[in-house]
Structure formats: structure tokens, C-alpha cells
């Protein structure tokens, strides 16, 4: 199974950018459908963007439309999400999935450690 390793999380202030990527150990990372997904505490779990195989297809949330760009890279074996204006209500652990299905919004069935974004007020 791909394994999945998240970095770039943080403490910034509202109103500012972070970049998350996470890194796939798969050859076939081209195969895979990925995805962010949030959890703050005392919440479940929340999508957040997905993209698929090509990076010709993407879905953002509503509440990260405009502000949150999902990409991938795939000579890297990397997906990233770049998050700007940042809220303190995007506070949370972000995680990375993949997926071998074609549906953005999932089922996924790897899933990275997570890593925290902070945002201050």
C-alpha cells in the first residue's frame, strides 16, 4: 500500500499562507486519485480538495474555494496544498489520502500521519 508523508504544517497568523505537501512512495503515484481532508478538535474528520491522477481535475470545498489550491507533482511523487488567507477556523490536523478509485470525494483507503496547522488571530 502507497505510504504517505506530510510536512510544511505550522504556526501562522490570520491572513497568512502556508504550503503543505505530502509525499507518496509509490512508483505508480500517477495511478492514485489524492486529497487533503481537516480534523480540529472535537470535529469529524472533513474534506478539504482532491485532485485527480492527471492534475486536469480538482475539487476544493466550499469553505477553502479561492483561498486553498491543491497540485500535484508527479516527478516528485508529490501533492501539495497551498492554503492562503489563511482563518482561525483552519486550524486543525491535515491529512493526506490516495485513492485508486476516480471519485474525488473519495472512498480513501491511505491516509498520511497528519500534520497541524495553527492559525493565530
Known amino acids: 500500500q502507497v505510504q504517505l508523508v506530510e510536512s510544511g504544517g505550522g504556526l501562522v497568523q490570520a491572513g497568512g499562507s502556508l504550503r503543505l505537501s505530502c509525499a507518496a512512495s509509490?512508483?505508480?503515484?500517477?495511478?492514485?486519485?489524492m486529497a487533503w481532508f481537516r480534523q480540529a478538535p472535537g470535529k469529524e474528520r472533513e474534506f478539504v480538495a482532491a485532485i485527480n491522477w492527471s492534475g486536469g481535475s480538482t475539487d476544493h470545498a466550499d469553505s477553502v474555494k479561492g483561498r486553498f489550491t491543491i497540485s500535484r507533482d508527479g516527478a516528485k511523487n508529490t501533492v501539495y496544498l497551498q492554503m492562503n488567507s489563511l482563518k482561525p477556523e483552519d486550524t486543525a490536523v491535515y491529512y493526506c489520502a490516495a485513492s485508486l478509485s476516480t471519485l474525488l470525494r473519495g472512498p480513501y483507503d491511505a491516509w498520511g500521519q497528519g500534520t497541524q496547522v495553527t492559525v493565530s488571530s
Open positions: 509509490e512508483r505508480t503515484f500517477f495511478s492514485y486519485t
